[in-house]
């Protein structure tokens, strides 16, 4: 397919341990342990850099999934896992130029401990941090963390954007150049380069400033996955680079426009945000091989599994209904709002049972499922991105580390030879492969009294 510019693609990773389908885990050569063995880790950061990837991210809850029973939990994977920053800062010393990026819930931390956080990531890594703001989902998390259940959205919206600004402010607490360090005449910081936020809003009281020098980015890259209006609200204002699951490319076209829209409403350029769409690649060196590899997959879904991780996504425990039963009419959700909009929406225009939805949501939760040659799926790239649709694509393999390395060393090579994805880094920091500028610092310097 001839290529329309020299317009490049970001390419993003997300590592679920057990690959990103509900069956990856079992798939005959999956490698299992991956949740908590670090080696299995390290293989698939350097598979991804090698594949010049602008980032791998990692997805975190900071609970079990609650609208499961436990005898739906205990048949999927995604349970148990590594703590992602703690992850990410060993991750930083075995790689040199991949982005690192976490999950980190606005609802269950302060906004002091999230900013230093990314900050330390961001100088063990020399500039590759980036935060995935979410808001989290469940009940099954506030009640680890002196609630009984979530709060509503609008709540939860509501903090997370004062707890994004509070951030900002805490890592503009230095100018670049603060600590002198100064043998000669015993200065260690210039206290005129010293920045107090003194903070005081409807959710947050922060005096500031933050206990850690100006971070290589200036600011960690941001990145924002909400699709609800106050999800996409949010990115407007504050995000730097945007997931999104699609499962066909009107919805991925619709979802880039609004967002698009919505970033030069606030007062920002739509070319500095980067849109993100999830694709779940399965590659094979013939198309059969392809849908072989997929349809493996699909009969080794088990109906626990496959009701457990559609009942959390579309926000309402669906054991209730029949399986063969067509997908009823359900409240709307406080949690995933704009995934069971989607999954019910792909329910009536396919008319879908309880089981067939499931078999959708294992396959990809909601992101769109790409089978092919590697020509093909470089196709279905390459038309997503010159169509409006997307600025790269978080690419989620379905199992581990097969669905990765068949992405990189079938794929990659074919999105380069067409010029659309770089054979090399050019640049040293997150923010260098992204393309976004490194924000200065603007607020006045205030001194401690
Ligand atoms: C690729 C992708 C990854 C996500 N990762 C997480 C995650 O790690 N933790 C989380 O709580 N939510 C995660 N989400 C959910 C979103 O952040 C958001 O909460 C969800 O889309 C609902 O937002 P909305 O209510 O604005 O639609 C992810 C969404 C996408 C598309």
Redesign the pocket.
């Known amino acids: 397919m001839p290529v329309k510019s020299g317009r490049r693609m970001h390419l993003a990773t ?1 590592l679920q341990p057990n690959g990103h389908h509900t069956a990856g885990w079992r798939h005959p050569d999956a490698q299992l342990g991956g949740d908590h063995d670090f080696r299995v880790y390290r293989h698939l950061a350097e598979t991804a850099e090698r594949g010049k990837f602008d980032v791998l ?5 900071v609970g079990l999934r609650d609208r499961e029973t436990s005898e739906q939990l205990s048949r999927s994977p995604i349970t148990a896992n590594l703590e992602p920053l703690a992850l990410l800062s060993a991750l930083s010393v075995v790689t040199s130029r991949i982005g690192l990026a976490a ?1 980190a ?1 606005t609802t269950y931390n302060e906004p002091y401990h999230i900013a230093r956080k990314f900050a330390s990531l961001d100088h063990l890594s020399n500039g590759r941090a980036g935060w ?6 469940s009940d099954g ?1 506030a009640r680890n963390f002196n609630r009984d259940s979530h709060p509503d ?1 609008t709540t939860r ?1 509501g903090r997370a954007r004062e707890f994004v600004s509070v951030v900002r402010g805490l890592w503009d607490s230095w100018d670049d150049d603060a600590f002198v360090r100064d043998k000669a005449s015993g200065r260690y910081f210039d206290p005129g380069k010293l920045h107090v936020l003194n903070h005081r809003g409807a959710h947050f009281a922060v005096r500031g400033p933050l206990n850690i020098a100006r971070a290589p980015q200036g600011h960690p890259v941001i990145f ?9 609200g ?1 990115a407007a204002e504050t995000a730097d680079a945007v ?3 699609a499962q066909t490319l009107e919805e991925a076209q619709a979802y880039y426009a609004r967002l698009k829209g919505k970033i030069a409403a606030a007062g920002r350029d739509p070319q500095t945000v980067k849109i ?1 769409p ?1 694709i779940q690649p399965f590659v094979g060196h013939t198309e059969e091989e392809a849908k072989a590899k997929h349809r493996a997959l699909l009969d080794l879904i088990h109906p626990d599994a496959g009701l457990g991780h559609l009942s959390t996504l579309i926000g309402v425990d669906m054991s209730a209904y029949p399986l063969d039963g067509p997908v009823p009419e359900l409240p709307v959700t406080e ?5 069971q909009k989607l999954l019910l929406d792909l329910a009536r225009r396919e008319n879908l049972t309880v089981r067939q939805l499931y078999g959708h949501v294992c396959n990809g939760a ?2 769109h499922t790409a089978v092919g040659t590697p020509g093909q799926i470089a196709d279905r790239l390459q038309h997503w991105f010159e169509n409006g649709a997307a600025d790269g694509f ?1 690419i ?1 393999p379905p199992y581990l580390p097969g669905g990765l390395e068949d992405f990189v060393d079938l794929v990659v090579p074919e999105l380069q030879r067409r010029g659309l994805f770089r054979t090399e880094y050019e640049g040293a920091t997150l923010r260098d492969h992204l393309g976004l500028a490194r924000p200065g610092l603007v607020r006045e310097a205030v001194r401690i009294a």
């Open positions: 997300l991210f990692l997805a975190d809850a999950t819930s995935n703001v979410v808001t989290s989902f998390e959205h919206y924002q996955a909400g699709a609800s209006d106050d999800g996409l949010l997931y999104t699951a993100l999830g949690s995933h709002r704009s995934r909601g992101h978080n989620l």
